[in-house]
């Protein structure tokens, strides 16, 4: 391996890079290390190493009218707070996604 790809990114958590130097970690577990990396890298890339980014999650519908109404009273508030690099990522899913973005 090159000398580079044995240091440890400062991304990184403990907890990711032991998995990463560990050959008889489990493949899954390393994998979704890997990719937690990347993504991050990837969005501090994009947004800035300062940024705030908020991960909306949430599935394809809502079994209580009172959560919709939940996730939209805080999108409204979120989205009306003034936070300079403050992001909100969703992966465009109809649902808690959609009711999240509609309202911020």
């Given amino acids: 391996f090159p000398l580079g790809a044995l240091r440890k990114p400062h991304i990184a958590t403990e907890e990711q890079w032991s998995l990463l130097t560990n050959k008889d970690a489990p493949i899954g577990d390393s994998a979704a290390a890997v ?3 990347v993504i991050e890298a990837a969005l501090r890339r994009t947004f800035g190493l300062d940024a705030y980014i908020v991960c ?17 009273a805080m999108a409204a508030k979120l989205g009306a707070v003034s936070v300079p690099k403050l992001a909100f990522l969703t992966g465009g899913m109809p649902g808690v996604q959609e009711t999240f973005a509609k309202n911020c």
């Fill in 35 to 37: 990719s937690s990396i």
């Fill in 56 to 72: 909306i999650l949430g599935g394809n519908g809502f079994q209580d009218l009172d959560s919709k109404a939940l996730v939209e």
